[in-house]
């Protein structure tokens, strides 16, 4: 699995944005839950494996 994260610099304000993609197959990953480590912010990816 590849996770492709993009960081906003916000400090009160967050926002993390990026698609998980299986590494062996390349295909895009649905339902999976992403959390930023060390804090409570997370998502989780949509049908096409964006979050």
């Known amino acids: 699995m590849v996770v492709m994260p993009l960081f906003s610099q916000n400090v009160k304000k967050g926002k993390i944005?990026?698609?998980v993609i299986d590494k062996?197959?390349?295909e895009?990953?649905?339902?999976?839950n992403v959390?930023?480590?060390g804090t409570y912010m997370g998502a989780a990816t949509d049908l096409d494996g964006t979050f």
């Open 17 to 19: 944005a990026g698609t």
């Open 35 to 37: 959390e930023l480590k």
């Open 24 to 26: 062996r197959t390349g």
């Open 28 to 32: 895009l990953l649905a339902g999976v």
